[in-house]
């Protein structure tokens, strides 16, 4: 007759109480484990940050702008001009309308509501994509009276392309006879207050 089977090692020797707490230690252990790959999943499943200011709003304080001076923001991964035009600058504005493409804003590069010679909601403040309408380039801020060849004698300011030589006023209107087919585009933006911008969306109704 065989002989039952007896100590050999302590694997074949422990009691039932024995083997359920090495089984709860086992799950225990195992749950563990598994909500350390949990939460990392859970994190690349939240959004980045620059996945949410690519697609949402942009709030901009613009108090500490002054007068002639530009800061960028990005909206959506491209960059957002934010200039403080002064009352000089405002003053070339009409001066040049024989010389530009659509003075009038004519095609659909701005909202309705900066559908007008300064193309902004308020005339002092421009706020415009600074991407050059004919293939992505990045335009540069030319001041009136530079030396650049590339703007002519009479320039009054404003943003000149170095990559095909497009040439736009302080309101981001392209000259005539240039590469680039339309004005600089005006993103949908409110004042959230007199020195905040919401750059992405129409004013609430």
Not at 14 to 41: I, N, W
Not at 62 to 75: A, D, F, N, Q, R
Not at 107 to 122: C, F, I, L
Not at 179 to 190: G, I, R
Request: glycine share 10%.
């Amino acid at each position: 007759m065989s002989q039952p089977l007896t100590a050999i090692g302590p694997t074949f020797c422990q009691s039932g109480s024995e083997r359920r707490s090495l089984l709860y230690a086992t799950a225990a252990l195992g749950g563990v484990a598994m909500l350390g790959v949990a939460v990392p999943m859970v994190s690349t499943l939240a959004p980045s940050e620059r996945a949410k200011a690519q697609g949402a709003s942009v709030e901009v304080d613009i108090s500490g702008v002054p007068p002639g001076g530009m800061v960028t923001v990005e909206w959506r991964g491209k960059p957002v001009w934010i200039v403080r035009r002064t009352t000089d600058t405002l003053a070339t504005l009409p001066k040049q309308t024989s010389q530009l493409a659509d003075p009038e804003s004519h095609k659909d590069q701005q909202p309705e509501y900066a559908r007008n010679a300064h193309r902004s909601v308020k005339p002092d403040v421009f706020v415009a994509i600074g991407i050059c309408t004919h293939l992505g380039c990045s335009p540069s801020e030319v001041s009136v009276g530079s030396a650049n060849p590339s703007v002519g004698n009479d320039w009054q300011g404003g943003y000149f392309c170095p990559c095909h030589g497009s040439t736009f006023d302080a309101a981001g209107r392209v000259f005539k006879n240039k590469p680039a087919p339309t004005n600089l585009e005006v993103p949908p933006h409110y004042y959230a207050s007199d020195t905040r911008i919401v750059i992405g969306e129409n004013a609430p109704a």
